[in-house]
């Protein structure tokens, strides 16, 4: 309840909904020479960088580590800095674009998505990523919960 009565965080929770919803329903397709999201995130450098604070903050969080403390962390970081510079326009290409598969083996509740998102978010502001381009990506990333989450 206490989250509820957070209006920042509320307004955030809302601005991020909002943006989801707009790029849902209208067509934003961006071309393979936009780079501008890539390059607010560092470039590749930066996205490295941040997917260390990723994965250092999702072992950290109670309701992550039970999916990440067992993996090859290694993998997994280097696989999401090769994912995010694809989605935000990066010159790197993702050789399996399939989420479906990797995550088939895992019980994935749209809660623990969103868990995800919330440590993800952490991370960003953690970088100084303007909320803008946190938004920016995460309207790109959202589409995938239908390939990751597995459990009603």
Not at 32 to 53: C, E, H, N, Y
């Amino acid at each position: 309840m206490e989250d509820v009565m957070n209006t920042p965080h509320l307004l955030r929770k809302l601005a991020l909904g909002l943006s989801i919803a707009l790029c849902s329903t209208a067509s934003h397709a961006q071309t393979a020479t936009d780079d501008t999201l890539f390059q607010s995130f560092g470039g590749q450098r930066g996205l490295v960088v941040l997917m260390d604070d990723f994965m250092a903050r999702l072992l950290a969080d109670a309701r992550m580590n039970p999916f990440f403390k067992d993996t090859d962390q290694k993998h997994i970081k280097e696989q999401l800095v090769v994912q995010f510079c694809q989605v935000s326009g990066g010159p790197c290409t993702l050789s399996k674009p399939d989420m479906k598969k990797p995550h088939s083996g895992v019980d994935i509740a749209m809660a623990d998505f969103n868990a995800l998102v919330e440590v993800l978010q952490q991370s960003m502001d953690a970088q100084g990523i303007p909320f803008g381009v946190q938004n920016r990506l995460l309207a790109k990333l959202a589409p995938m919960h239908r390939e990751i989450v597995n459990v009603p």
